[in-house]
């Protein structure tokens, strides 16, 4: 079992800033495509952003020019800056792994962590 492990959540007011980090174990020969998803109470979990193996990034519209994903690939890390924040951003955030690589890669699949929770008050 792999475990991803998110923190950097918290409460702000509208306009705040937050950045919210991802880590995996990492294991020699094996791929990262990381991705952070967000559920609000009562909705569907949606995505935010991701970035692949690659380092190409992709955002949805609502977050674009707002968030900024990047990674520390020597540490495994994926960080997700947010910006002027806004109380629509409420939700608790999960951080997807999906892992690939050669038959060595032992832990290949898809993997979630638990969520760190955002508030933005207004």
């Known amino acids: 079992q792999v475990q991803v492990v998110e923190s950097g959540g918290g409460s702000v007011q509208a306009g705040g800033s937050l950045k919210l980090s991802c880590v995996v174990p990492r294991v020699p020969l094996c791929t990262y495509d990381m991705t952070w998803f967000r559920q609000a109470p009562g909705k569907e979990r949606e995505f935010v952003s991701g970035?692949?193996?690659?380092?190409?990034?992709r955002n949805a519209d609502p977050v674009k020019g707002r968030f900024i994903i990047s990674r520390d690939s020597a540490k495994n890390t994926v960080f997700l800056q947010m910006n002027s924040l806004k109380p629509e951003d409420t939700a608790m955030y999960y951080c997807?792994?999906?892992?690939?690589?050669?038959?060595?890669?032992?832990?290949?699949?898809?993997?979630w962590g638990q969520g760190t929770q955002v508030t933005v008050s207004s």
């Open positions: 970035i692949d193996k690659d380092g190409v990034a």
């Open positions: 997807k792994v999906s892992i690939d690589g050669p038959w060595v890669c032992r832990t290949r699949g898809v993997y």
